[in-house]
């Protein structure tokens, strides 16, 4: 497996990572509950996204990079199976905010709310516009506990310690464990949820 930074190629790659991988996370079914029901406004929307961040990597307002997997038998065939996202410092990331029948938009506005205000709080207050912040890490399921991940962070920190920058981001459960092994350290709990609903995340 070997790390590259991504190209406008991969987009249907990174659409397909997304959709599989971050399903597992609570996040995305508070987010997202009618996927499954508008599966073709899931893709559709969510391939817009990372067609905007890749539109952004050329800015340059992120870092866009991909593990790729080579095929044993043939060194020619390669297979994207991991992504990170990492945001610049001072710069601004993509804002589209579509109407899509597969999202709930009274949570997309209380989860960018709670997630925005955290941010402005806890990470802005201190590092100001001087931080490199992890936007999504994802691996496909299917190449799951293969170090894909700890290979897309430690790139991350090799930036981040090139630049003499501290790395901010907002880690769902799932994950705590992975970037706890890399030192992070938790500094707020983010609680989501709509005044009347007992659902939250």
Known sequence: ITIRPARLEDLDHLTYIGIHAFPLEPQWG????????????????TRERYREWLEAARMPQCEIMVAENTDPHDPTITKVVG??????PGRVPPTAKPRRRDADPIHMAVYRASVGYAQAEYFDKMY???????AQLATNPKYFRNGVASMLLNWGLDLARKRQ???TLFANPNARELYQRFGFVTVVTVV??????????
């Open 165 to 167: 920058l501290p790395i």
């Open 30 to 45: 508070y987010r997202y509950p009618f996927s499954k029901s508008f599966s073709e406004d899931h893709w559709k929307y």
């Open 128 to 134: 100001g516009s001087a931080q490199l912040s992890l």
């Open 83 to 88: 992504l990170s996202i990492w945001r610049l």
């Open 192 to 201: 989501t949820t709509v005044s009347g609903e007992e659902e939250k995340i």
